[in-house]
């Protein structure tokens, strides 16, 4: 791993003391009896910890601190290495809370040191990171223009010491912030000065870096016309700058082959002998027995299945175990009465009925998770809101979207059904537009705003080189890298994504889906030889090729499926085809316990009922002889068939070698799209 390098923030708010209503000073840090590490009658403790410089958690927060503070104000000289702060900035003291209860030990780390005392402290590094930001680049350093949730709460506030008001200050102060409302949004202040010290990495940078700055298309007064004369002006012809990350777990998402899959996202999994659909419940990263030099993705999933039944967690030890939703079709229904029927739901079927072979004979958790993918694939959620601007242009803006069966963030890709059927768009803002007059979030309207790429190839020739790609996502760029790599020595070209369009609106019909990297999915979904012949012929294709979209499996007459239902919450897309009380973690923006795995690495599913058929097909995909459909015992010992429910339907929901490589085909003599 490369070294890291150090940060220096010379500039910090942070306070050792502060002053209480009680108009006493108090430590700026947990209290004597929360630093009472004793344990109580019952021999439980709960007690905070101060973590010394060099401790594994402190130097993980400053890890995961300089890592965000150099995507937001480093420039070319920076990337491609790793940086850590050289210390939290002064006075801020890292402390951690243990709970201990019959053994059973969780800890979790606060930051305290905010001015505003020991109650207003922060949780992770996600949280303090923009505070941080504003201490590295805010030439005045005034807090009004800090965004952090303690600056800048949603209710603001204005603070100021109590030995220090004056009887005419607050309506000044207020009489400001409303002038401040109706100017011109004041030019930003990151990346003028920053106070933040950067060392040099060799001799010939002995002066630093040089904090890269958007281009200067147009005169500052721009941003201060009327929205009916700025949109004359045309369409920009400039990309969007990537805005920060704005929480941990987005972070992670953006970073290239770390996590294939997210909490929340509907995902098949293999059962051991066969595939089945579940939800992400949680991840984590654990060392590569096989390559000790990096980490392999660890998931707890939970199967789906009908309402009456839910089979236990299942640990998935690696990614080989998951496909993507939209990798593969769904079959059609085991039951003969579902399979024939129309216009049924998860909702709607009688799983009753189902059990005790109303529909005929077939596997009723296979169906009820047929059926509730289906569910999860037609809704929609957003999440993290952002602003809320209702009142003076009726929007809102959240920070992600649950579409269909995937997690998506702001500042990564999407795959479009509009253009050439490959283009892209870098998700800048993800918009909730209410009815004029109307407060109601049933009858909105869900706009994505962002820049539309183009995939570009380029025959190699001496002073030809693609466009600068330093604005777009991480993942995009390294999986270009990676293709190009092999593309170059085999047939010469490379490859790039080209602005199309830049700050486009579509609606959530426009979208297919999350857009994946060749250089990750394809060697799971092609298998590792085939990808390796691919890479040395330099044929490495667009892994959107091999994907379905949103919507395709609720197709009618070839139509896909339009906007679908809106729902609260991602546990209410899923209902009750998961248990009551399942929690899908927030991973590293939730609370620690969230994060612990079962230490049951395998687990079985109970037997089937009487009236459920346990249909086992072997990984190779061949059917037991004779194939005359499922078979189980019938009265006096004997045999019989299963009525209606034939070989390919199962093969289909279960094949793995053939799912590879025949779901296209299928999917396009069902009638669906790319």
Request: charged share 25%; proline share 9%.
């Amino acid at each position: 791993m490369a070294p890291y390098l150090p940060l220096y923030i010379t500039r910090s708010d942070g306070k050792l003391e502060t002053l209480a209503k009680s108009r006493k000073r108090e430590p700026n840090a947990p209290t004597a009896d929360q630093l009472d590490n004793r344990p109580d009658t019952k021999g439980h403790s709960d007690y905070f910890k101060e973590l010394e410089l060099g401790d594994a958690k402190e130097v993980d927060w400053r890890r995961k601190l300089g890592g965000m503070l150099i995507r937001e104000i480093g420039g070319p000289e920076t990337s491609g290495s790793n940086y850590i702060l050289a210390a939290l900035p002064e006075n801020y003291r890292l402390y951690e809370r243990v709970k201990s209860v019959a053994g059973a030990e969780v800890t979790d780390a606060y930051l305290y040191g905010h001015p505003q005392g020991r109650k207003k402290r922060f949780r992770s590094p996600g949280d303090f990171f923009p505070h941080l930001l504003w201490l590295a680049t805010d030439e005045n350093g005034d807090p009004d223009n800090c965004s952090c949730k303690l600056c800048a709460p949603d209710d603001i506030q204005v603070f100021k010491e109590p030995d220090r008001v004056k009887p005419s200050e607050p309506l000044k102060k207020e009489q400001t912030s409303i002038k401040k409302e109706t100017m011109p949004p004041k030019p930003s202040t990151i990346g003028t000065r920053p106070m933040v010290i950067v060392p040099p990495r060799s001799a010939s940078q002995d002066k630093g870096i040089s904090v890269t700055k958007p281009p200067a298309s147009k005169p500052p007064i721009s941003t201060a016309l009327p929205p009916a004369v700025a949109r004359q002006a045309g369409p920009p012809t400039t990309p969007t700058l990537l805005a920060p990350a704005k929480c941990f777990e987005q972070d992670e998402d953006s970073q290239w082959a770390k996590y294939l899959f997210r909490q929340g996202e509907l995902a098949w999994f293999n059962r051991g002998n066969a595939w089945g659909l579940s939800v992400i419940l949680k991840r984590t990263l654990v060392r590569d027995l096989q390559n000790p030099n990096r980490d392999r993705a660890k998931y707890l999933v939970q199967p789906l299945s009908h309402p009456l039944h839910h089979p236990p967690a299942k640990i998935i030890e690696s990614e080989d175990g998951l496909r993507p939703w939209l990798a593969w079709s769904p079959p059609a229904p085991t039951h003969p009465g579902l399979a024939s029927a129309s216009g049924l739901t998860y909702s709607t079927i009688d799983w009753k009925g189902v059990s005790s072979g109303r529909y005929g004979q077939g596997d009723a958790e296979v169906d009820g998770s047929i059926f509730a993918a289906k569910a999860v694939d037609n809704s929609f959620s957003l999440f993290l809101p952002l602003a809320n601007n209702t009142v003076t242009t009726g929007e809102r803006t959240y920070n992600g979207i649950y579409l269909g069966g995937e997690k998506i963030w702001i500042g990564e890709p999407v795959r479009l059904r509009v253009g050439s059927g490959q283009d892209i768009m870098v998700i800048h803002s993800i918009i909730e537009r209410l009815k004029p007059g109307s407060t109601s979030t049933s009858s909105a309207t869900i706009l994505l705003g962002g820049d539309i790429y183009k995939f570009s190839t380029l025959s190699l020739q001496p002073g030809v080189e693609p466009p600068d790609t330093r604005h777009l996502p991480l993942r995009l760029r390294q999986d270009m890298e990676f293709r190009n790599r092999a593309t170059i020595p085999a047939k010469r070209t490379m490859s790039f994504w080209k602005l199309a369009q830049a700050q486009a609106r579509l609606t959530i019909t426009d979208l297919k889906g999350r857009w994946y990297e060749s250089s990750v999915l394809l060697p799971i979904l092609k298998g590792a030889e085939p990808f390796s012949q691919d890479l040395t012929r330099g044929e490495i294709g667009d892994a959107g090729a091999w994907m379905n979209a949103r919507g395709d499996c609720n197709a009618v007459n070839g139509v896909a499926a339009k906007v679908g239902t809106r729902v609260v919450d991602r546990l209410e897309a899923f209902g009750k085809s998961i248990p009551p009380g399942t929690k899908i973690s927030k991973g590293l923006d939730g609370p620690p316990e969230d994060q612990v795995f079962p230490k049951e690495n395998v687990v079985v599913p109970p037997p089937p009922s009487q009236a459920q058929v346990q249909v086992q097909i072997p990984m190779n995909g061949s059917m037991p002889m004779p194939m005359e459909g499922v078979q189980e015992e019938g009265a006096g010992g004997g045999k019989k068939g299963v009525e209606g429910v034939s070989d390919g339907d199962i093969e289909q929901f279960m094949d793995l070698d053939r799912m590879e490589e025949g779901y296209v085909q299928q999917f396009h003599e069902a009638g669906g799209q790319f």
